[in-house]
Nanobody
């Protein structure tokens, strides 16, 4: 079974930092693009960071310069380093794995984690 398990969420003060992890199992991690999404109350889920199977990254404008995503293929894990956190970053953060477009097969093919709560408050 494919599983994505997020961890590292919690309560932090504005300006603080948090590092989220997403551990994947049951898939060939190295051929998947990995995305971080978040959903705040009353808002739609949005993509905040993305890293391809080859390591290229992309970020939402709202988090550029503050968030960094990286991956460790040897550990089947993707990370989201969040710095200079703001109250508006409060949301449930989800990890997504999508089969990279260069891989032959059925597209789209993706999986989701259960989410981890991030709360930024003083």
């Amino acid at each position: 079974q494919v599983q994505l398990v997020e961890s590292g969420g919690g309560l932090v003060q504005p300006g603080g930092s948090l590092r989220l992890s997403c551990a994947a199992s049951g898939l060939i991690f190295s051929i998947y693009d990995m995305g971080w999404y978040r959903q705040a109350p009353g808002k739609q889920r949005e993509l905040v960071a993305f890293i391809t199977s080859t390591g290229s990254t992309n970020y939402a404008d709202s988090v550029k310069g503050r968030f960094t995503t990286s991956r460790d293929n040897a550990k089947n894990t993707v990370y989201l380093q969040m710095n200079s956190l703001k109250p508006e970053d409060t949301a449930v953060y989800y990890c997504n794995a999508e089969l990279s477009s260069w891989v032959p097969g059925i597209h789209p093919k993706d999986y989701w984690g259960q989410g981890t709560q991030v709360t930024v408050s003083s």
